[in-house]
């Protein structure tokens, strides 16, 4: 999915340089002071188009692990329609909730997703996609996941995965999305230590954490408690285990916390201005992102880059 803001917002994450405690909630245990990360409404296209929740990059924190970017959207019956357009050096992990989504790209990728499936898209240097639905409930997050320097040129590619294995505990049974949750390993491809699940919850669960990772916790359906609907509730490392309870089905996203600036813009990863300058150019002007091939539609045109530079800095405000 695409970032269709036509004025986006300089994202600048990299290296914590702030301790960002907030109020202590329930959820877990061990590690320090959680927080609720609120969204903010951003619109997409489409004559019935939606309007998704992003809680990542939020204002004060940037990232979770190596997960940079959350949108939630619906339940709500709309027509995602989103033209072909760039990214590079990040992963898009698309999962569904309800509904059906068509993934065309300029490798040649053309592959419906359906509820617990994934579409995980590896970007490297740069690929350009498209995805559209007809008129249907749609319910489901879209993320991206920054990769590390050393892989962020890799070449691009894409893998879906109809199937993936569950960790089921009492009071709960989690699909493992991407990289591994209690010993239980996706078979998706990871470039850095991370977590991300959908955990369906029965009752009173203990859902086993890496103490090692920082980890994000969004509400997707139903009544769990700490949780709202709504905000992304923060997990500093530290903790061993979530407590939830209640009845319902929440994303869980983690990973180690992400050493490396880096500065977001539009839907490019890069790790300063001139980077970004560049990777516009090329999408404007030349070929290395490739066609999508059946997209009925013109691509999308890149916005104009704001006035003053984009700098890299601190995961946190």
């Known amino acids: 999915m695409s970032n269709l803001e036509q004025d986006p917002r300089e994202i600048r994450c990299g290296a914590e340089t702030g301790d960002g405690s907030g109020g202590e909630t329930g959820g877990g245990s061990g590690g320090g002071e959680t927080e609720l990360l609120a969204g903010r409404a951003v619109p997409l296209g489409g004559p019935r188009g939606m309007t998704v929740s992003r809680t990542l990059p939020n204002a ?7 997960w940079c970017f959350v949108d ?13 357009h760039p990214h590079t050096g990040l992963q898009t992990v698309s999962w569904l909730v309800a509904g059906e989504v068509l993934h ?18 590896t970007t490297g240097r740069g690929i350009s996609h498209s995805e559209e639905s007809r008129e249907t409930l749609l319910h489901g997050v879209q993320l991206w ?12 590619g894409f893998e879906h995965h109809a199937s993936l ?13 991407m990289g591994s949750l209690g010993g239980v390993t996706s078979p998706a491809t990871t470039y850095s230590p991370l977590v991300g699940a959908e955990v369906a919850v029965e009752g009173s669960a203990e859902v086993p954490l890496d103490a090692g990772f920082e980890h994000g916790v969004l509400l997707l359906a139903g009544e769990v408690e700490p949780l709202e609907a709504g905000p992304l509730l923060y997990l500093p490392p530290g903790r061993t285990r979530l ?15 992400f050493g490396e600036e880096i500065v977001m813009w539009w839907n490019f990863v890069g790790r300063d201005h001139d980077e970004i300058v560049a990777f516009r150019k090329e999408w404007m002007e030349g070929e290395e992102f490739g ?3 059946g997209f009925d539609g013109r691509p999308l045109p890149a916005p104009v880059l704001p006035g003053t ?9």
Request: aromatic share 2%.
């Open 72 to 84: 939630a959207y619906g339940p709500e019956v709309a027509t995602m329609r989103v033209p072909p």
């Open 291 to 293: 066609a999508v091939e």
């Open 60 to 66: 004060h924190r940037r990232m979770i692990g190596a």
């Open 145 to 156: 996941v920054a990769l590390p320097g050393e892989h962020r040129r890799t070449g691009p």
């Open 165 to 177: 294995p569950v960790l089921s505990g009492s009071g709960f049974d989690a699909v493992v999305i």
């Open 243 to 257: 407590r939830l309870s209640g009845r319902g089905r929440v994303l869980l996203i983690g990973g180690e916390p």
């Open 104 to 121: 065309r790209d300029s490798v040649g990728s053309l592959q419906e997703v359906r509820p617990g499936q994934l579409n995980l898209m």
């Open 309 to 317: 530079r984009l700098r890299p800095r601190g995961r946190v405000r």
